[in-house]
C-alpha cells in the first residue's frame, strides 16, 4: 500500500513558479511509475507529467513542455513537479498517482492505483 500527499500548492501571478511535491510513505516507492494529474472544474482530469523509477525517464503533455520539470528523490520518497511561466489555464486541482512500473508511462488515469488528495494552484492573470 503506498499513500500519497501532495502539497506547495497556492495562488500566483501569471508568469510566476510553483513547486508541488509529492510524500509516498510505504514500500516499493522506488520502483513505481509516478505521475502529475489535473482537474479543473467542469473539465476531466488530464495528464500533466510522469516519471519512471529511475528518474531518467519523463513524459509531458504538450500543454507544458518547455514550462514543466517533473523529477523524483528515490531516497526521500518525494516526486516533484516544477511550474514555470504559469498560465491561467494551469489552475487546476493537482493529483500526484503511482503505479507499479511498466514499460512505458501511461498518460490515462485509469493506468494509476494510488493517489494523493489533491492541491490547488490558482494563476491569476
Known amino acids: 500500500q503506498v499513500q500519497l500527499v501532495e502539497s506547495g500548492g497556492g495562488l500566483v501571478q501569471a508568469g510566476g513558479s510553483l513547486r508541488l511535491s509529492c510524500a509516498a510513505s510505504g514500500h516499493a516507492f522506488n520502483y513505481y511509475v509516478m505521475g502529475w494529474f489535473r482537474q479543473a472544474p467542469g473539465k476531466e482530469r488530464e495528464f500533466v507529467a510522469g516519471?519512471?523509477?529511475?528518474?531518467?525517464?519523463?513524459n509531458y503533455a504538450d500543454s507544458v513542455k518547455g514550462r514543466f520539470t517533473i523529477s523524483r528523490d528515490n531516497a526521500k520518497n518525494t516526486m516533484y513537479l516544477q511550474m514555470n511561466s504559469l498560465k491561467s489555464e494551469d489552475t487546476a486541482v493537482y493529483y500526484c498517482a503511482g503505479r507499479p512500473a511498466v514499460a512505458n508511462i501511461p498518460a490515462a488515469h485509469s493506468e494509476y492505483v494510488y493517489w494523493g488528495q489533491g492541491t490547488q494552484v490558482t494563476v491569476s492573470s
Open positions: 516519471i519512471k523509477w529511475t528518474g531518467r525517464n519523463t
